[in-house]
């Protein structure tokens, strides 16, 4: 029933920025807790962003200054604000939603951001 569908991605110019969108159905999202993560070509999924049900927010050192993450539980919807991009931010982005109280997880689709130098 937990939907996630991610939206933003795109190919973007190094230095350039994108916000990424993923609009959640099928959960309290306001009790849930959200992130960002990203997968490059052959290598591992990796930790981006993550956002708790209080609004505190961690983010992986390599975004850390650049990245944003945030939510807004009336539209439950969980944003990546991405700035100053490098061409080693290239991967697809997923948003995960984790059901606290239940202890279940969730995932997008995914959505493909590409930097170019």
């Known amino acids: 029933q937990v939907q996630l569908v991610e939206s933003g991605g795109g190919l973007v110019q190094a230095g350039g920025s994108l916000r990424l969108s993923c609009a959640a159905s099928?959960?309290?999202?306001?009790?849930?807790?959200l992130g960002w993560y990203r997968q490059a070509p052959g290598k591992q999924l990796e930790m981006v962003a993550t956002?708790?049900?209080?609004?505190?927010?961690n983010y992986a050192d390599f975004v850390k200054g650049r990245f944003t993450i945030s939510r807004d539980n009336a539209k439950n919807t969980v944003y990546l604000q991405m700035n100053s991009l490098k061409p080693e931010d290239t991967a697809v982005y997923y948003c995960?939603?984790?059901?606290?109280?239940?202890?279940?997880?969730?995932w997008g689709q995914g959505t493909q951001v590409t930097v170019s130098s």
């Open positions: 995960n939603c984790w059901q606290v109280v239940l202890r279940r997880d969730y």
């Open positions: 099928g959960t309290i999202f306001s009790i849930d807790t």
């Open positions: 956002i708790s049900t209080s609004g505190s927010t």
